[in-house]
């Protein structure tokens, strides 16, 4: 069987690894996440923290909205030898979509914000639709995430021995 992919992207029981670029990718995707980890730290005032990054709840919660379907997707990469193992491989086909999804409407809640702002410059609205088109383009075109995908949703080649 010929390889599609270097062998420093397989694992030990040879299924392909996520890449380290779509780690960071979902790593830059759930950042609302991170920023609810990190105010929870905060013992005398939680909300300094998100006031700080999101001056309106409003800001804040739809930010959340928009990264859970990569948090679900963080998620089942966490939890993918216990989805093998269930019957629940086919979500794996979702990988791709769900990371798409949460590109596009971070894209969109950000172009939302900006006419908001009488579409003055703002650094982080701008850094931001950038980031999110190239990490757009670069899903879109990724064969490795398909290949992933591919390999996630098949069953596995060897059987674990009967005791």
Do not use: E
Not at 19 to 44: D, E, H, N
Not at 51 to 77: D, E, G, K, T, W
Not at 96 to 108: A, C, E, F, H, Q
């Amino acid at each position: 069987m010929r390889l599609l992919l270097p062998l420093k992207y397989y694992d030990d029981a040879g299924r392909v690894k996520p890449s380290k670029s779509l780690l960071w990718c979902l790593f830059y995707i759930c950042r609302p996440i991170w920023v609810f980890i990190a105010s929870l730290t905060f013992r005398q005032d939680s909300g300094a923290l998100l006031a700080l990054f999101y001056p309106h709840n409003s800001y804040f919660y739809s930010s959340l909205v928009i990264a859970l379907p990569s948090f679900l997707v963080v998620l089942m990469i966490s939890f993918r030898t216990k989805i093998w193992d269930g019957y629940a491989k086919i979500l794996f086909k979702a990988i791709k979509p769900l990371i798409l999804l949460s590109l596009v409407t971070d894209i969109g809640f950000h172009l939302v914000m900006a006419s908001k702002q009488n579409w003055g410059f703002s650094w982080l609205i701008a850094l931001t639709i950038l980031l999110d088109g190239i990490y757009l383009y670069w899903i879109k075109k990724n064969k490795h995430i398909a290949f992933l995908s591919q390999d996630w949703s098949r069953p596995p080649l060897l059987t674990k021995p009967s005791k």
